[in-house]
T-cell receptor, first 116, second 116 residues
Framework: DTGVSQNPRHKITKRGQNVTFRCDPI?????LYWYRQTLGQGPEFLTY????????KSRLLSDRFSAERPKGSFSTLEIQRTEQGDSAMYLC??????????????FGSGTRLTVV | AQKVTQAQTEISVVEKEDVTLDCVYE???????LFWYKQPPSGELVFLIR??????QNEISGRYSWNFQKSTSSFNFTITASQVVDSAVYFC?????????????FGTGTRLTVIP
């Protein structure tokens, strides 16, 4: 296992189109997180899953955003009707939650979205 | 509410100089974790260190060292004898509590440029 994998690395889309990103976490990790990073800022939390359950969503996650982790392994993040303000780097991270502690928090390389 | 402040937006040093990156945090939790990540131009977030709130012992790892002081809510990062490869954006982050999402709250980052 080589770490957290995200696809695609780059995506350019026209305003109003839908886009979907994929994240493959480290296989033994049960938690998966999505973050968004805009230019010049630190990453901001969007949502996270424990196994297949989506347990928390940030207020940044508007109704146009939806995330799934159907089998508790890979996850997808879909943005519907994209807007120019959605242009950002979307980062995925995974970790192992056990015994009340979070281990091995690892980020992927991200998907850079450009909405034109 | 949680907050991470990295007051230094950009720092430039000449190779072999020492440099300290500042991080000040705010939290109401008594149990929390502090992190430093490096983000090179490739975009990936590279984990450097995690420190829990009960361990104030300073740490050294090669040319890197960290100074954690709860009294001033600071977790500063020093690079000794900087190298060109250290050029990157460095993020300090906070994760609260032993339960819940344990998502990371990031500062806005410090861009370090090491001049040969």
């Amino acid at each position: 296992d080589t770490g957290v994998s995200q696809n695609p690395r780059h995506k350019i889309t026209k305003r109003g189109q839908n886009v979907t990103f994929r994240c493959d976490p480290i296989s033994e990790h049960n938690r998966l997180y999505w973050y968004r990073q805009t230019l010049g800022q630190g990453p901001e939390f969007l949502t996270y899953f424990q196994n297949e359950a989506q347990l928390e969503k940030s207020r940044l996650l508007s109704d146009r955003f939806s995330a799934e982790r159907p089998k508790g392994s890979f996850s997808t993040l879909e943005i519907q009707r994209t807007e120019q303000g959605d242009s950002a780097m979307y980062l995925c991270a995974s970790s192992l939650w056990t015994g009340g502690h979070n281990y091995g928090y690892t980020f992927g390389s991200g998907t850079r979205l450009t909405v034109v | 509410a949680q907050k991470v402040t990295q007051a230094q937006t950009e720092i430039s040093v000449v190779e072999k100089e020492d440099v300290t990156l500042d991080c000040v945090y705010e939290t109401r939790d008594t149990t929390y974790y502090l992190f430093w990540y490096k983000q090179p131009p490739s975009g990936e977030l590279v984990f450097l260190i995690r420190r829990n709130s009960f361990d104030e012992q300073n740490e050294i790892s090669g040319r890197y060292s960290w100074n954690f002081q709860k009294s001033t809510s600071s977790f500063n990062f020093t690079i000794t004898a900087s190298q060109v490869v250290d050029s990157a954006v460095y993020f300090c982050a906070l994760s609260e509590g032993q339960t819940g999402a344990n998502n990371l709250f990031f500062g806005t980052g410090t861009r370090l440029t090491v001049i040969p």
